[in-house]
């Protein structure tokens, strides 16, 4: 038997009083009367940005517009032609190191906290969270009011070993004499392009 095992046997062996997990189908979860609305407003509350795409726009030249000193553009999906590097076909993620702008696709949108989940559809998932700046296409009839709805959505791609995570604007901190700090993990901005039905 392992140490983890062991732990678990002697932690089970304690426990005095069970149960059973609570029943969670009558919660009643935050909704919204329009929750593409509050999408945006708590979008632009963490510090994020959205744009809504008209079908004429098109979305390289969006990317271009506010990314214009962008030199190092990565994404893998096909509708995007000025990516400089394709997290598919780099050699290892530090490959993706000075990515100015990472383009990828959310599934859907959370409005009670701006949350986009993100299933891994590139090798190199890194791109994520290496890029300076994020845009996220996410079709705007993709959003749900609260997480409750969230999870029961939530499907991952078996070709990436089942990883997913929700971004939820710029990456910040303001731990260190509270003073806020955007991109101290992650992407100094993030624009959530919504792209009509």
């Known amino acids: 038997m392992s140490n983890k095992e062991d732990i678990l ?12 997990m ?6 009643k979860a935050i909704t ?15 510090g994020g940005h959205v744009i809504e795409l008209k079908e004429e726009q098109d979305i390289n030249a969006v990317v271009k517009e506010l990314y214009p000193d962008a030199k ?48 891994q559809q590139m090798k190199e998932k890194a791109v994520c969270f290496i890029s300076e700046n994020l845009v996220i296409l996410l079709p705007k009839s993709q959003i749900v009011n609260n997480m409750h709805e969230a999870y029961k959505r939530i499907e991952f791609d078996k070709t ?7 971004i939820s604007g710029p990456s910040k901190t ?24």
């Not at 929750?35 to 632009?44: A, N, S």
């Not at 991109?183 to 039905?197: C, D, F, M, Y």
């Open 72 to 119: 190092e553009i990565a994404s893998n999906l096909p509708e995007i032609t000025i990516a400089t590097r394709n997290p598919d076909t780099v050699g290892s993620a530090n490959d993706l190191n000075g990515t100015d702008v990472g383009i990828i696709r959310g599934k859907f949108g959370v409005a009670e906290n701006a949350c986009v989940w993100i299933p």
């Open 160 to 166: 990436y070993d089942g990883y997913g995570t929700f």
């Open 32 to 46: 919204y009367p329009d929750p593409l609305v509050q999408f945006i407003k708590m979008t632009e509350s963490v």
């Open 174 to 197: 303001a731990d260190i004499a509270q003073v806020l700090v955007m991109g101290a993990q992650a992407a100094r901005s993030a624009t959530v392009l919504l792209l009509p039905e």
């Open 9 to 20: 046997k002697r932690y089970r062996a304690n426990v005095r009083e069970k149960f059973d």
């Open 22 to 27: 609570p029943d969670l189908s009558d919660i």
